[in-house]
């Protein structure tokens, strides 16, 4: 009888263990089903900026150029590539600075832009936008609609607002 026992508290012991594992595994099971973590780490990588500001930006100075979609037209090359691989200070560096024109004394930022967005003869330099009020100010806005593009987070339609 005393074999009995041993045997019947050892099985007991094993199911105890049994249960208190499937307890823990089914905590953790819970712990790693919760959605909530998981949205607000990819809400804290996504760049800051609205897609749609972005979106309108981009429409407004950058598609004439760069094509609607931002994939390029015989005057512009595509985004697309060149944004998987750039950074947001990257960005703002190239689009504000990078380009260095001496704009002609006595001319406004929008007419000299203006210009240099219709002029049609090769080659056609990209201008500095750190003038220009509307890109200047949505900066961020036009990275995050640039770089959703490229992530494939947006198409090439408008986003909702």
């Known amino acids: 009888m005393n074999k009995k026992i041993g045997t019947w508290r050892w099985r ?3 199911v105890a263990a049994m249960a208190g594992t499937a307890l823990l595994l089914g905590g953790c099971a819970l712990e790693f089903g919760n959605s909530k973590p998981a949205r607000a780490v990819a809400r804290w990588l996504q760049p800051t900026g609205s897609v749609y500001s972005g979106w309108r930006v981009y429409q407004s100075r950058c598609a004439s150029c760069h094509g609607t979609a931002a994939t390029g037209t015989e005057l512009g090359p595509d985004l697309m590539p060149l944004m998987r691989t750039m950074g947001p200070r990257r960005f703002v560096g190239l689009v504000l600075q990078r380009y260095d024109w001496a704009r002609p004394v006595g001319q406004s930022p929008e007419s000299w832009i203006d210009q240099a967005v219709q002029r049609r003869e090769p080659p056609v330099a990209m201008p ?11 900066i961020m806005d036009l990275y995050a609609y640039l770089s959703a593009r490229a992530d494939g987070r947006q198409s090439g339609d408008r986003p909702t607002p």
């Open 12 to 14: 007991a012991a094993a």
């Open 128 to 138: 500095a936008w750190q003038e220009e009020p509307a890109v200047n100010a949505h």
